[in-house]
């Protein structure tokens, strides 16, 4: 079967009574991977969102009332598991080879009968993905990096607390530079072609502002189209009710992106 196929489709308790949830499991790299879909319920054609989640395992995990939250804004959303989590096959290599998990995530939302574009968005971690998978899939229409990892070895010198999980997964950037070197969009950048937001809190302790920092120099550098909306008081995790208002306005800003026509 191709990547991004769906092969199970079994429904979920929804939290939202006008939006259908479903656990899918889906094919990536030859993989059986699972995930979270969140179709509301109408017959029209919506805008596909890919929700990159952030972390590794349980950590960071997908919570279903966020995808709830996009779909709320009028979004087909599909948020990936990626490999090895909750009954998934292989296992996460944090931006390695499960990158493609975010790939062929997006390739399902293509494929999806009632979707019409693409929009991306990457948390924490989730950030590299989002770039990375916009890079593969060019049909993307945009992408949203928020609070998102941009520069794998940054993270290695900055999270004290991660490098043991990082040299367990990756090895040292000393020993292995070029597994960092291939972990980090910055480096490929030029091959996007959908407008990116990158959304950032000033105060954030888990992934610096300086992430933010060198993506948008690097998109500038390459004369992508880029905007910045940076938080001054705002950390990781942003308070309510703001977060609320910036899922509305991220919504918002999706889809006044022209869609890409995708290929045949």
């Not at 977060?243 to 999706?254: H, T, V």
Request: hydrophobic share 35%.
């Amino acid at each position: 079967m191709n990547d991004g196929t769906l092969i199970k489709k079994q429904r979920i308790p929804s939290p939202h009574a006008a939006i259908d949830l479903f656990m899918v499991t889906y094919i990536s790299s030859g993989l059986q991977v699972k995930g979270y879909l969140a179709e509301p319920q109408t017959n029209e054609v919506l805008p596909g969102l890919l929700y990159l989640r952030g972390g590794i395992k349980r950590v960071g995990m997908v919570r279903k009332a966020r995808i709830i939250q996009y779909a709320a804004s009028g979004f087909i959303v599909f948020a990936p598991f990626y490999r090895g989590n909750l009954g998934g096959e292989g296992q996460e290599d944090f931006a390695g080879y499960d990158r493609e998990d975010a790939i062929n995530g997006g390739r399902l939302l293509l494929q999806h009968e009632r979707t019409k574009g693409l929009h991306i968005i990457g948390f924490s971690r989730g950030g590299v993905m989002a770039l990375f998978t916009a890079m593969a899939l060019q049909e993307a229409t945009s992408v949203v990096c928020w609070n998102g990892v941009t520069d794998m070895r940054l993270t290695y010198e900055e999270r004290v607390d991660l490098r043991k999980m990082m040299k367990r997964v990756i090895g040292t950037p000393t020993k292995y530079p070029e597994r960092y070197d291939w972990r980090t969009p910055l480096r490929t950048i030029e091959n996007i072609k959908a407008p990116v937001c990158i959304i950032h809190g000033l105060l954030d302790e888990h992934v610096s502002i300086e992430h933010a920092y060198r993506l948008e120099q690097a998109l500038t550098e390459k004369r992508k189209q880029v905007e910045t909306w940076y938080f001054p008081l705002f950390t990781h995790y942003f308070p309510e009710p703001d977060n609320r208002k910036l899922i509305r306005d991220i919504g918002s800003w999706m889809k006044q992106q022209p869609t890409i026509e995708r290929r045949h």
